[in-house]
């Protein structure tokens, strides 16, 4: 509406706005309960920009609350909400009858209000301006219907897991160009084509995809040097770099070898490469934090609930998606997971004192180390012939490992989960050296404090000499001190 033009009427407004708003397809999902949404941001960007178009305006006036707690154990928060939506027009006229709408919220932080508003404003658009989904019409769902060529494309490039997967983006692509209308010009970018946006997002991807690739090279790279440095190889490939105090017996100097030649190389020929395999589509980030809240809502069951959404992405996706808790702030939706398991799993319960027999003890004045000391028999750290000094410290990293994740009373691969591979069964699969020294790193505080918690002075002294090196210099004589003195 040009500025020189006399306003409309909120009434006559509505009409115009209503002409020009398409339908809004169900393209949010709710993967808990398996069916299809209209996204409350996919209705906003349909109309907000023709109701300022024509000065229009919805105020609301929230005229009833009400708010309780629902389910046992870690209660959710529930608002529901009756909202006077009044609409106002650019002559300052009202329309006569408001909009009343009724919006329920549910959250286990202090968020229930808020979705409790936007959940009536989504229903207050529709009712006053009759959005439909599109679904009456058989014919709608096809590209071809949309009222601008590229109206339902332009809506799938909106979706994340179309706009942040490169196959995704293709195939799109290919669809529009099959249609004939990938070289159509951007409604809100002239000059640029559909086929533009999308080749220029896609070599965006690829070239974040490459960036992570090289860094983690990086990464590997430089622990090797690390552990390098730290762990040179021992005499003897069966001892610790650390045990200088060990009598090494002298090895001969093998026999001098008959030169043989050595048979001629055989011609390489270079397999053909293999097709570029795209990375699978992340999933919403909202729908995870949504799935994590009502895992956390059901008390009995949270530990079913939180491992059944681990196994229905992997922990490899789950740690590219960021989402946000009041509990944990924002972090990757793996670690968010391990975090809330960790806070779930009881803990570690202490046996019962039995009293000493005369074969067990011969002694009555000396202390019981089957009481002091109820933790299972801790694994050493692997050691086999040819061992490089890498493979060493990874040992002594994964020994400890297992040590803290039986100190604090939780499951091995739950300790190290955010370190594995999607489909991983051992934590001898962990990758990534650095990002386990980290782990190790963080969690020995914690685990000393359990330690001590437990009554097990000695191991807590032993454990206190590691300080803060990761690998600990010579862990299995750590293991051994524990064992002797048990």
Avoid: C
Wanted: net charge negative; proline share 9%.
């Amino acid at each position: 509406m040009a500025e020189t033009e006399t306003p409309l009427s909120v009434d006559e407004a509505m009409i115009a706005v209503m002409r020009e708003i398409d339908p809004v397809g169900k393209n949010g999902r709710n993967t808990k309960m398996n069916y299809r949404f209209q996204a409350y941001d996919d209705i906003v960007a349909e109309i907000a920009p023709r109701m300022a178009k024509y000065g229009l305006r919805m105020l609301p006036e929230v005229i009833d609350q009400k708010h309780f707690t629902r389910g046992s154990g870690d209660n959710v928060n529930v608002a529901i909400l009756t909202i006077r939506y009044v609409i106002r027009g650019a002559r300052g006229d009202v329309l006569d009858t408001p909009i009343v709408v009724v919006g329920e919220g549910a959250d286990v932080a202090d968020k229930a209000s808020n979705k409790a508003m936007t959940a009536a404003k989504k229903y207050a658009y529709k009712q006053a301006f009759d959005i439909s989904d599109g679904q009456d019409d058989g014919d709608h769902d096809h590209p071809v219907a949309a009222r601008n060529p590229l109206g339902w494309y332009l809506g799938q490039i909106n979706r994340g897991e179309v706009w942040k997967n490169p196959s995704a983006l293709h195939a799109l692509l290919e669809r529009a160009a099959g249609a004939g209308l990938a070289e159509l010009h951007m409604p809100d970018r002239p000059g640029t084509t559909f086929r533009q946006v999308i080749e220029a997002q896609r070599n965006k991807l690829h070239a974040e995809q490459q960036a992570r690739a090289e860094r983690k090279a990086t990464e590997h790279q430089a622990f090797r040097a690390q552990m390098a440095a730290e762990y040179p190889d021992p005499p003897d490939p069966y001892d610790d770099a650390w045990e200088n105090e060990a009598t090494h017996q002298p090895v001969p100097a093998p026999a001098p070898a008959t030169y043989v030649p050595p048979p001629p190389a055989p011609v390489h020929v270079p397999a053909p490469p293999a097709p570029a395999q795209m990375p699978p589509a992340l999933p919403d980030a909202e729908a995870i934090e949504q799935q994590l809240a009502e895992a956390m809502a059901d008390a009995e069951n949270a530990e079913q609930h939180l491992h059944a959404l681990r196994a229905q992405h992997g922990a490899a996706v789950l740690a590219q998606v960021i989402v946000r808790s009041s509990e944990w702030g924002t972090v990757d939706a793996n670690s968010a997971i391990s975090m809330a398991l960790l806070s779930k799993a009881p803990a570690q319960p202490r046996p019962e004192p039995t009293p000493e027999t005369p074969a067990e003890s011969p002694t009555s004045t000396a202390p019981s180390a089957a009481r002091q000391a109820p933790l299972a028999e801790p694994r050493r750290a692997r050691r086999a012939a040819g061992m490089t000094a890498e493979e060493r410290a990874q040992a002594n990293m994964i020994a400890e490992a297992e040590f803290q994740a039986q100190m604090l009373g939780t499951d091995t691969l739950e300790f190290v989960a955010d370190l594995l591979p999607s489909g991983a069964a051992s934590i001898d699969d962990i990758q990534g050296g650095s990002r386990l020294q980290d782990h190790i790193r963080s969690h020995r505080a914690t685990v000393l404090a359990a330690i001590q918690a437990q009554n097990l002075t000695h191991v807590a002294e032993e454990y206190t000499k590691l300080g803060d090196r990761v690998p600990a210099q010579n862990f299995n004589k750590f293991i051994d001190a524990i064992l002797q003195q048990r």
